[in-house]
C-alpha cells in the first residue's frame, strides 16, 4: 500500500508518484529522486514532505 500525500493547500489527496508525474515534470530534482518536496497535482501548492 502506496502512503497518500494531503495538500494542506486544498486538501487533495495524491501519492507522491502521481505529483511529481503531474506537476513536477520539468524539475531535475523529482526525476532523480533527490527532492523533499511535493507539488499537488490539483492547485500546484508545493510544500515539504
Not at 1 to 28: D, H, W
Given at each position: 500500500?502506496?502512503?497518500?500525500?494531503?495538500?494542506?493547500?486544498?486538501?487533495f489527496q495524491?501519492?507522491?508518484?502521481?505529483?511529481?508525474?503531474?506537476?513536477?515534470?520539468?524539475?531535475?530534482?523529482?526525476?532523480?529522486?533527490s527532492c523533499?518536496?511535493?507539488?499537488?497535482p490539483r492547485?500546484?501548492?508545493?510544500?515539504?514532505?
Amino acid at each position: 500500500m502506496k502512503e497518500l500525500l494531503v495538500c494542506p493547500n486544498c486538501g487533495f489527496q495524491f501519492e507522491i508518484s502521481y505529483g511529481r508525474t503531474f506537476a513536477c515534470g520539468g524539475c531535475r530534482y523529482s526525476v532523480t529522486g533527490s527532492c523533499n518536496m511535493a507539488k499537488c497535482p490539483r492547485c500546484r501548492y508545493e510544500f515539504n514532505i
